[in-house]
């Protein structure tokens, strides 16, 4: 069927004529997959560059020459075979027989490359940039520098770890959570000269104080700060005063209580408290978020409806795996664990295999004994349910 030519003109095709590439939909992806990775931001060979218009087309001779296939050194590379040196992609599969038609048509029609074109390579380059992380903290004088030097020095001589956060930034790891009680309250005085790059600190299980703690007080870098397994109470985070950036701080198995939780509510940065295995109360931590919405306090609660919930899952597959018959339907000897049926949930065990293939053979005949046992079983779960009811709720409604 043959298109009036009036709906031909409006949408752009008259007859006989090929449709008009777009740039944006039908060439960039094909040279950001394809080509770019070779001829991009970070690499052109050959001196070839296929992420911009102003590489890609110059106003000089270039690989690409608008309305010239026979010019374009682009068209004869794409189009050669594999195996042929100078075959562009250099490395993968060739390009597919609709993207080099797409791509030679692109040219052929004036190898136009609008703005958008430009926008959208440039999108695409800042989807790829790995975020730099340098935690805000400026290049350190010489003399701070080698003060934190030696102090790294003095700790990873100890068996601390102490590792830089990344390449392009000054922050500082550390780690002393593997010394356990080795390490306490004067070893604080190195990690104090940390300082100005201090942004992690784990001091779980170690034998640092309520007294000791106050070491830390200026750490105006300091993210991220354990105390889980220690023996620091609502003194120790008194001492350590108000941590100007501190995010996340882990309590868990600490001695901090309710009075120690409220002094948190002023650390401006803080987001994320563990106090798992704590004495802080679920009345506290609700009071401080409601005041603080962007804080969230975790007491674990979930880890031990998790575990519950496991636990039931454990008991109720050793039930379904457990025989609900003491004796052999067919004989009346002890069943083996080794010959049994399911039906329904209701495992039934035989002693051997002729007894239970005599009861395949002819199920409907032990029909009575199987009715028995699912009201056995029925009751017992009835039972197991009503025990772990709490007193006093049985049969109540809200």
């Known amino acids: 069927m043959r298109l009036p030519a009036c709906l031909l003109l409006l949408v752009g095709v008259l007859p006989g004529q090929e449709p008009t590439i777009d740039f944006v939909r039908d060439v960039a992806p094909v040279l950001q997959e394809r080509c770019v990775s070779c001829h991009g931001a970070d690499k052109q060979k050959g001196d070839l560059r296929l992420d911009g218009r102003a590489h890609a087309l110059p106003e000089e001779s270039g690989s690409i020459v608008a309305g010239d296939l026979e010019a374009s050194e682009f068209v004869r590379r794409i189009e050669l075979p594999d195996g042929d040196d100078e075959r562009m992609p250099e490395e993968g599969p060739s390009l597919t027989a609709e993207q080099i038609a797409a791509l030679k048509k692109w040219i052929q029609q004036g190898a136009n490359w609008p703005a958008e074109g430009d926008a959208w390579f440039a999108a695409e380059r800042k989807k790829r940039e790995i975020p730099k992380i340098d935690f805000g903290i400026a290049p350190l004088d010489s003399s701070t520098q080698a003060r934190i030097d030696a102090a790294v020095a003095a ?233 772990e009811v709490p007193a006093g709720k049985s049969g109540q409604l809200p």
């Open 155 to 387: 700790l990873r001589l100890k068996g601390v770890l102490c590792l830089p956060v990344a390449s392009d930034t000054p922050a500082l790891d550390v780690n002393a959570s593997l010394l356990g009680a080795a390490f306490g309250d004067s070893d604080l005085e190195q990690v104090a000269q940390l300082g100005p790059a201090l942004v992690w600190l784990n001091l779980a299980r170690t034998s640092v104080t309520d007294e000791g703690i106050a070491r830390l007080q200026s750490m105006p870098e300091l993210r991220r700060l354990s105390l889980a397994n220690t023996a620091i109470g609502d003194r120790g985070i008194a001492a350590l005063g108000v941590p100007s950036k501190l995010e996340s701080l882990n309590l868990y198995g600490s001695k901090v209580t309710d009075r120690g939780l409220v002094q948190l509510e002023v650390w401006p940065a803080l987001v994320k408290v563990f106090a798992f295995s704590t004495a802080v109360t679920e009345a506290a931590a609700n009071a401080i978020v409601a005041r603080k919405p962007s804080m969230a306090v975790d007491r674990g609660e979930y880890a031990a409806q998790r575990m519950a919930a496991a636990e039931r899952e454990v008991a109720e597959r050793r039930r379904r795996e457990t025989p609900a018959n003491d004796t052999c339907f067919v004989n009346g000897e002890k069943p083996s664990v080794e010959h049994f049926v399911d039906l329904d949930n209701l495992r039934i065990a035989f002693c051997c295999g002729k007894c239970k293939k005599k009861y395949e053979d002819d199920p409907a005949a032990y029909a009575a004994k199987v009715e028995a046992l699912r009201q056995k079983r029925a009751a017992e779960e009835a039972s197991r349910q009503q025990a």
